[in-house]
């Protein structure tokens, strides 16, 4: 049996390194070693693309110590990484990449872009999708014509925070306190606060700010955090998963209670108000499409008590760590994470057909 060769790229030098690093291991172990051969590329937080050999050291961290450079050639008709040691280059050919990264540079449609110039097939959403889901502004405005109820929210250019009285004084005259606080483009909750008063929110833009020049400030939703997984597009009919609920740690699910404080919980088939659950897939869905969303994506939303549905945001990468819902919510509904990571590299293989 000829074994197809994937690329699995890991790593990236966005604030959420580690988690794609523990995504990546993950999906790797669950690859079907009979159909597929595996090249693992790493990024590292300064940008360097180094090949490593085996899921273990990416586990430890010691891939970052590799010696052996990764190239992946934009040239369409190579479809290959080039490898660099010790001055002598190797052409490796691939069949597909499948790129386990997380926040910018690797989910914001940049590393996409170079996979659309190679014309290599890759597991995940393309360029517009990922470009538009990562920036949570764009994903708003989008939204707004689904009729899909969301936050509201009130954009901040971090150019403006040098009038910062100005800043304050107008998502006062919008919101009560409490407000959240995020940057428009970074996951995993990074730099994301919750402000109950005019210092809290000063700081709180700041620290946004720190991570992108594009900062939403929005209104607090008081509801149950509600996840739905998606998997489809293209030829591919879009199908959503069962939901699921975060049962966070923190006062909201932010980085440290999602990844490394161990009383946050998640729960498959929760119980929700009346067909609230049924209201999130459809949501979830609708949300998918509209980006032109492909292959992936985890759409999260707030339910109320009343049993109201509102959105909150799309994420097209989604973690495969041990805690990470998308492959809980598959597992679910039968899929385990071997033969779902399968159907990701084979909808892949679909990509430019």
């Not at 740690?249 to 929700?272: C, G, H, I, M, Q």
């Amino acid at each position: 049996m000829n074994r197809k060769k994937i690329a699995v790229i890991f790593g990236g030098q966005s604030s959420e390194h580690i988690v794609s690093c523990m995504s990546a291991a993950n999906v790797i172990d669950q690859i079907n070693r009979e159909k597929y051969e595996v090249l693992l590329i790493g990024i590292t937080e300064e940008g360097r693309w180094i090949k490593t050999d085996s899921v273990e050291d990416i586990r430890s961290g010691a891939w970052k110590a590799g010696k052996v450079s990764a190239v992946l050639s934009p040239d369409a008709t190579r479809k290959a990484v080039l490898l660099l040691e010790d001055g002598n280059v190797t052409e490796v050919q691939i069949d597909a990449a499948f790129p386990v990264l997380h926040g910018l540079y690797g989910e914001d449609g940049t590393i996409q872009g170079l996979f659309e110039l190679a014309r290599i097939p890759y597991v995940g959403c393309g360029v517009l999708a990922s470009a538009i889901s990562m920036d949570k502004l764009y994903t708003k405005i989008i939204v707004d014509r689904l009729g899909i109820r969301q936050a509201a929210y009130e954009p901040v250019y971090r150019e403006e925070l040098k009038a910062m009285e100005q800043v304050t004084l107008r998502i006062e005259g919008r919101f009560a306190y409490p407000v959240f606080v995020k940057p428009s483009n970074a996951g995993s909750s990074k730099g994301v606060n919750k402000a109950e008063n005019r210092a809290e929110l000063e700081h709180a833009l700041r620290e946004a700010a720190c991570h992108d020049r594009k900062i939403l400030v929005e209104e607090a939703i008081v509801g149950r955090e509600i996840e739905c997984a998606v998997f489809g597009g293209g030829t591919e009919e879009v199908k959503a998963s069962g939901v699921g609920e975060i049962l966070a740690a923190a006062d909201f699910y932010d980085f440290e209670a999602k990844y490394f404080n161990e009383e946050s919980r998640t729960v498959t088939d929760p119980e929700l108000p009346g067909d609230a659950a049924e209201r999130v897939r459809q949501a979830a869905i609708s949300v998918f499409k509209a980006v032109d969303g492909y292959g992936l994506a985890r759409v999260d939303f707030f339910v109320t008590e009343g049993g109201e549905v509102i959105f909150n945001e799309i994420n097209t990468m989604p973690g495969f760590t041990a805690i990470s819902m998308y492959p809980m919510l598959w597992e679910a509904r039968g899929i385990s994470k071997s033969t779902l990571v399968d159907m990701l590299i084979q909808h892949a293989m679909k990509r430019y057909i």
